[in-house]
């Protein structure tokens, strides 16, 4: 049984900083492909970053060189780091996991079987 749990999500002030942090049970975080998506309301999940098979890192150019996603894998565990936060990434940002997941496909939230509950972000001033 593969569980995500999330946490780490709350309110800042435009130009901070969180770290959100995807504790996953079931399956090893350094074979398995993380991604990070996020949800505004009225709109579809919106890729946001990814750590495919534990490797490799991919990120939106809406997010990048601001947010930074990592792995621990002694705690099995998948973080995303944002800096420098806007407005526009006010959301709830969800964890998935997939084995399977190809390159090609890791930014389509609908190649991913396993979520988390989803945290809320919100940036505002």
């Known amino acids: 049984h593969v569980q995500l749990v999330e946490s780490g999500g709350g309110s800042v002030q435009p130009g901070g900083s969180l770290r959100l942090s995807c504790a996953v049970s079931?399956?090893?975080?350094?074979?398995?492909?993380i991604a990070w998506f996020r949800q505004a309301p009225g709109k579809e999940p919106e890729f946001v970053a990814s750590?495919?098979?534990?490797?490799?890192?991919y990120y939106a150019d809406a997010v990048k060189g601001r947010f930074t996603v990592s792995r621990d894998a002694g705690k099995n565990t998948v973080y995303l780091q944002m800096n420098m936060l806007k407005p526009d990434d006010t959301a709830v940002y969800y964890c998935?996991?997939?084995?399977?997941?190809?390159?090609?496909?890791?930014?389509?939230?609908?190649?991913?079987?396993?979520w988390g509950q989803g945290t809320q972000v919100t940036v505002s001033s």
């Open positions: 750590i495919w098979r534990g490797r490799n890192t």
């Open positions: 998935a996991g997939e084995s399977g997941v190809i390159l090609s496909s890791i930014r389509g939230y609908q190649n991913y079987d396993d």
């Open positions: 079931g399956r090893t975080v350094s074979y398995y492909t």
